[in-house]
């Protein structure tokens, strides 16, 4: 009879430990976050677009513990002893991108059900947060500091009122590191005046008035007017977690952001808010806020719009619509920011659709650089801290080696986020490096 030979625990256990790292080894994982600022850093010689229209050629920016202490020509005093000093001549220095109405950080893998986190069950849900779902670890962010986006909107979707979105940065250990602004605003799905279907047999798509639009809007009446009474109640009781997370919007503390496209709609949905007494309204979509530019304007309502790049949604509209859109608006006195919608991984692409709204309107390229700087930040309500590079404000900032609009200059050099160098290895570097050994040249 053959003896049986156990192996021992502790054998047992370095031995899978062995395997796992051996398996795990060629995995590389995302760049550690930048760590603060420990001295002054000065760029020097850079041509600087501070985001609010001005540019300054062949400048010099300098910044200490993730603040900005001084923007100017070159030939300004600074102190250079004491300070780190970075030549970047012959480059272009931007605020950093700001990605509003994404599911960045909420979403991962499309495919993959246990990565999407920006949905939840059930129609009206004031109370649920992006900020505590948002995933700093996502392969997707490190890709999208490489054409300039250093902040991010997570924006929960779904339902008729689907939750309140966080404003976060590019780069930080979890989501406390990362959040600039908590609960933003909370996000509502105005019912459009007319709904499509698509008809699989023959590819085509009817267009018909929306028969339950009016049940919709008598939820959000009966909804609101039980926020608006649980709000002017001090100490409710019992509390409810669905009304109180909506207490900040008859606040005035928190944005109210309607998903709406038609002209109709948008006019029907800002005045349902302005029934209620909300004063920070925001339209998101807006396919159609040019034939409202006037009533946008007058009411001082931002708008947010879905991807340029695209084809007009109504046959009858001129096929550079949605292209000259962003201009038309802005040249009406209408504050405008673009955004890749719910998009994740495409919204890397946000720089060039502003540069697309320059090349089909009026608008300057530093015009439409502030449809992705300083309008959203200021629609976020974070512009004392991100959206131009001024004195006092966050050093969040991207040098690349020309137009950051364009395609052909985008590529990003240094990315400093709150005065941090960060690293700007993504998967898709490595992976580039790994096939270009394969099919590269010999």
């Not at 340029?308 to 504050?335: Q, S």
């Amino acid at each position: 009879m053959k003896t049986k030979k156990y192996i021992k625990p502790a054998s047992c256990f370095f031995g899978l430990a062995a395997i796992f790292c051996l398996n795990f080894a060629g995995y590389a994982q995302n760049p550690a976050p930048a760590k603060p600022q420990t001295k002054p850093i000065i760029l020097t010689g850079g041509t600087i677009h501070l985001g609010n229209g001005q540019v300054i050629e062949n400048g010099v920016i300098a910044f200490d513990k993730g603040v900005i202490t001084q923007v100017a020509a070159s030939g300004a005093a600074v102190d250079r002893n004491s300070s780190e000093v970075i030549d970047v001549k012959g480059k272009h220095i931007f605020p950093g991108i700001i990605s509003m109405n994404t599911t960045v950080g909420i979403q991962e893998i499309a495919s993959v059900r246990a990565t999407l986190d920006y949905n939840e069950v059930g129609e009206i849900n004031p109370h649920v947060r992006a900020l505590v779902a948002y995933n700093t670890d996502s392969e997707v962010i490190p890709t999208l500091r490489n054409t300039g986006i250093l902040l991010s909107q997570a924006v929960p979707q779904g339902g008729i009122i689907s939750g309140s979105s966080s404003v976060f940065y590019s780069d930080g250990w979890n989501w406390e590191d990362a959040v600039l602004k908590k609960d933003d605003g909370i996000w509502i799905n105005w019912p459009p005046f007319l709904a499509s279907s698509f008809n699989y047999e023959d590819f085509s798509v009817s267009v018909k008035r929306n028969e339950k639009r009016q049940e919709i809007i008598d939820v959000f009446r009966s909804t609101f007017s039980q926020a608006k009474a649980y709000a002017e109640t001090a100490k409710p009781s019992p509390a409810n977690m669905r009304l109180e997370a909506m207490r900040a919007l008859f606040k005035g503390t928190t944005n109210l952001y309607i998903r709406a496209d038609y002209a109709k709609d948008i006019i029907e949905s800002v005045k349902f808010a302005q029934e209620f007494g909300l004063k920070k309204i925001v339209i998101v979509g807006g396919d159609q806020a040019n034939k409202v530019t006037a009533f946008l304007k007058d009411n001082q309502i931002p708008v947010v719009l879905n991807p340029a790049h695209r084809l007009p949604n109504g046959t009858d509209e001129g096929v550079y619509l949605p292209y000259e859109l962003p201009g038309i608006l802005a040249k009406a006195g209408v504050k405008v920011a673009i955004t890749y919608a719910d998009e994740w991984w495409r919204t890397r692409n946000l720089a060039f659709l502003a540069g697309t709204s320059s090349g089909f309107s009026d608008v300057t390229p530093e015009q439409a650089l502030q449809f992705i700087t300083k309008n959203p930040a200021e629609i976020l309500g974070v512009d004392q801290y991100v959206g131009t590079l001024e004195k006092g404000k966050q050093a969040s900032l991207v040098v690349t080696t020309g137009d950051m609009l364009d395609m052909r200059g985008n590529a990003v050099q240094m990315v400093f986020i709150k005065g941090g160098k960060v690293n700007l290895d993504d998967k898709q570097k490595r992976l580039y490096e790994k096939y270009k050994e394969k099919y590269g040249q010999k």
